[in-house]
């Protein structure tokens, strides 16, 4: 089942998937445990608002346990979403914007993944776009690599726009950036996510 299929509507599910899969091949690649991870509340108005923004980081530093902001989303991405429901735990932040009136989502995973390999990245966001029946492209300018891709399910988004998707490996972290926004907004909501 295709995670756009009218049964599961939230577009973070295969990106949070994903990560879970590159967490598992890291530590099949190395002898460090993955950390655990957990899955925000998706019900309506139990949103958490936050005030400061992501912080992704390189090798060895700490993750932000903080989601930018809704403005600042607005700002990159020029749609309006609630304050983001937040979820984190020790190495892993997953922030869910999810507009009730459009039906717009956009969710951020960041988690730490040492050990995880740009070929790692690549099979997975492979995989992911091979369920949508689309391919994904590597993406230059994020991170030690990337990857990104748009489904066809703009008909069945209750927004009416396609969901994007972004892999990215930046450091020991995999960040993962998925919306119903086109892929140049996700790409922005990125290059802000890395540049924090």
Known sequence: MSFHSPTLRHPGAAGIGLLSVLLLAACGASSTTAPSTSSPSTAAGTSTPSSSAATPTSAG?????????????ATLT??????????????????????????ANLVIGVTAAPGTTASALQIAADAAASSDN?????VSGFGSAAYAFTAADASSNPSGVATSVIEILDGSDLIDITAALTLAEVEAVATHVLAQ
């Not at 020029?78 to 039906?103: D, H």
């Open 78 to 103: 020029g749609a309006t979403f609630p304050a983001p429901e937040q979820a984190s735990s020790t190495g892993s932040l997953v922030c869910s914007y999810n507009n009730t009136t459009s039906g």
């Open 61 to 73: 530093a700490a993750l932000s346990t903080t989601c930018p902001t809704s403005a600042e989303i």
């Open 134 to 138: 689309v391919t994904a492209s590597s």
